[in-house]
């Protein structure tokens, strides 16, 4: 369980650190939140408050939502509406990880 826990954190810090490189002047308000989002999963990971399922289901989302945001910025920049929909979904990810991560579930 350990290893599926360690992959799936690793990949999803990878998947920030290739959205932090690839436009730098919109990943400061789009990346900075992912890497935050990404250090509260590191975090109940550490502390044992996200079992291994939950911690893949969250990696899961945050990659899904890093591949939609390469596709919105092949055309170049990112429109107010596309950053609306990316905010909407990092919000949904957001409550995700707090439910999650205090739902009495230990690992």
Do not use: C, W
Not at 52 to 72: H, K, P
Not at 77 to 106: M, V
Request: hydrophobic share 35%.
């Amino acid at each position: 369980m350990k290893r599926k826990t360690s992959y799936a954190f690793v990949l999803g810090s990878a998947a920030v650190l290739s959205l932090a490189f690839a436009a730098p002047a919109e990943a400061g308000r789009i990346g900075g939140r992912q890497e935050r989002q990404q250090q509260r999963i590191a975090s109940g990971v550490a502390s044992g408050r996200l079992t291994a399922r939950e911690t893949a289901r969250l990696e899961t989302r945050e990659a899904a939502l890093n591949r939609s945001v390469r596709r919105m910025r092949s055309d170049g920049e990112l429109t107010g509406r596309e950053r609306f929909r990316i905010e909407k979904r990092q919000d949904r990810i957001s409550h995700g990880i707090y439910r999650q991560k205090h739902d009495g579930q230990a690992r």
